[in-house]
């Protein structure tokens, strides 16, 4: 099996739209405030500063939005891409075929994606929220970070164990909690090159199906990047916390505060 196939086996409803999303053009990196702005949101998008999103802002225009989406795009799919293959083999090569006719808005497009990532239901509520809540966290985007679920906390999870994971490897969580958190940090901090004991690791705790859903869930949830590298991640509350709950369709519901 490679990463592909992989893909096509535990994420048939995701797989078409994942093509489309990867056939979204490439940006347009020849204005140097937009290479510099990419090149940051690609490798800590956590530590773009005002200088360089204003460069940005100005060389792009009322165009930000679209090219920051391409930027993502073509940040993460080379990311899921190869962690996919470094998980269960290598897949045939595919050259990126950008699309003829691409949407003149790729924001629904890319709606759609997160929509059949959050139908899969491989993992548990729980370890879906670990994984967001880790990504949220090494993206440092305000209003993921402030956000809890409220399935996960009818299954069980507490503040203790969203706590845990900011040191995870160390943490009382369990092994199954802790190759999906190690996982997810890879395709954030190493995705071309994956520490061999997360592999080990994935390959003794998750399933196949499992591993899947963790990479594509981290991929939907880096979509925050693009906000957090506009300075639009904002959270809505300023005491507790929002909870939210992601519906049959996979949308999200805020439900209230905690």
């Known amino acids: 099996?490679?990463?592909?196939?992989?893909?096509?086996?535990?994420?048939?409803?995701?797989?078409?739209?994942?093509?489309?999303?990867?056939?979204?053009?490439?940006?347009?990196?020849?204005?140097?405030?937009?290479?510099?702005?990419?090149?940051?949101?690609?490798?800590?998008?956590?530590?773009?500063?005002?200088?360089?999103?204003?460069?940005?802002?100005?060389a792009v225009g009322d165009q930000a939005f679209g090219v920051v989406q391409q930027i993502y795009v073509h940040d993460f799919v080379p990311r899921v891409r190869?962690?996919?293959?470094?998980?269960?083999?290598?897949?045939?090569?595919?050259p990126d075929v950008e699309s003829d006719s691409p949407p003149a808005d790729t924001w629904p497009l890319?709606?759609?994606f997160m929509v059949e990532v959050a139908r899969l239901h491989a993992l548990d509520p729980t370890l879906t929220e670990l994984v967001r809540l880790r990504g949220a966290r090494l993206h440092d985007c305000a209003v993921c970070k402030s956000r809890r679920s409220q399935d996960a906390i009818d299954a069980g999870a507490s503040e203790d164990d969203?706590?845990?994971?900011?040191?995870?490897?160390?943490?009382p969580l369990d092994a199954h909690a802790k190759a999906a958190l190690a996982l997810?940090?890879?395709?954030?901090?190493?995705p071309y090159d994956v520490p061999p004991e997360v592999i080990?690791?994935?390959?003794?705790?998750l399933t196949d199906a499992e591993a899947v859903e963790v990479v594509l869930d981290v991929m939907r949830n880096?979509?925050?990047k693009i906000a957090v590298?506009?300075?639009?991640?904002?959270?809505?509350?300023?005491?507790?916390?929002?909870?939210f709950r992601t519906d049959t369709d996979g949308n999200l519901e805020v439900l209230g505060t905690a």
């Open 184 to 190: 997810t940090d890879a395709l954030v901090l190493t």
């Open 162 to 171: 969203f706590a845990a994971i900011d040191e995870h490897a160390a943490s």
């Open 1 to 58: 099996m490679s990463g592909r196939d992989a893909l096509a086996a535990h994420a048939a409803s995701v797989l078409p739209v994942f093509d489309e999303v990867a056939a979204i053009p490439t940006p347009d990196l020849g204005h140097d405030a937009v290479s510099e702005f990419a090149e940051q949101l690609a490798l800590d998008v956590a530590s773009m500063d005002d200088a360089q999103r204003g460069a940005f802002l100005a």
């Open 222 to 224: 880096a979509a925050n």
């Open 110 to 112: 890319l709606e759609r």
């Open 229 to 243: 590298a506009l300075g639009a991640d904002a959270a809505t509350v300023t005491d507790g916390v929002e909870l």
């Open 200 to 205: 080990t690791a994935v390959r003794a705790e």
């Open 82 to 94: 190869s962690v996919l293959d470094a998980l269960f083999g290598p897949s045939e090569a595919e």
